[in-house]
């Protein structure tokens, strides 16, 4: 079960962003009422003092729930689950499958993002070709997910949880960075149910430039 805010949540964004896109699909995925607000990262809109007081580290996503303002996709996740999904499904109450929901985020702070999320900034947004390490960190990160993945359906537990949602966007958009999910069918597998899900949402593909 899920609680509705007062007033539709506004989430400040930038299409292309991997943070914000998994803000955007938890918002989709608890079927909160949200609006989007779009932040102009190339002209800096980020580092003005009307998106600072918001969030003072200057990034996207930021979210406005009433009164609240709160940046950092992994917390906005957490305040999002424990303010408004009462069933508990997508944050577990129980210290085990807390613990490892925190440990995905890690991953997705740490390794996802250093191998194939900076592989695709290299790419789509700084037209530089890819480091090597970039692609043999996600190679391996990969590798550790599908033996995880292995014999179940879900990152945590029984069903998908934050730990998911937080993996999702920039492994699906791996291959943009020439990180490649082709030998990797547990993991490809595992998107294919996320984006089966109600209320799923798409994370925005960019064209593959030649480098």
């Known amino acids: 079960m899920t609680q509705v805010p007062a007033q539709p949540i506004r989430l400040h964004t930038f299409a292309l962003s991997g943070h914000a896109h998994r803000v955007e699909l938890a918002l989709s995925l608890l079927g909160l009422p949200f609006e989007k607000i779009p932040v102009d990262l190339r002209q800096r809109e980020q580092k003005g003092a009307a998106f600072l007081a918001l969030n003072p580290f200057g990034q996207v996503p930021a979210i406005e729930d009433g009164d609240i303002a709160l940046g950092d996709s992994n917390a906005i996740l957490v305040y999002l689950a424990t303010r408004y999904d009462t069933s508990g499904r997508w944050l577990p109450r129980d210290a085990l499958g807390a613990a490892q929901v925190q440990r995905w985020f890690s991953v997705?702070?740490?390794?996802l993002r250093e191998g194939p999320g900076m592989a695709r900034v290299q790419v789509v947004f700084r037209r530089q070709p890819v480091l090597a390490e970039r692609i043999e960190g996600a190679a391996q990160l990969f590798m550790l997910m599908e033996q995880h993945l292995a014999?179940?359906?879900?990152?945590?537990?029984?069903?998908?949880?934050?730990?998911?949602?937080?993996?999702?966007?920039?492994?699906?958009?791996?291959?943009?960075?020439?990180?490649?999910?082709?030998p990797f069918a547990q993991v490809r597998g595992w998107l294919a149910r996320i984006e089966a899900l109600p209320g799923f949402v798409p994370m925005p593909r960019t064209p593959l430039p030649q480098v």
């Open 108 to 111: 997705a702070a740490g390794e």
């Open 151 to 182: 014999g179940r359906q879900w990152l945590v537990g029984d069903g998908p949880t934050l730990a998911d949602i937080a993996m999702y966007s920039y492994t699906a958009v791996a291959p943009e960075g020439h990180c490649s999910l082709e």
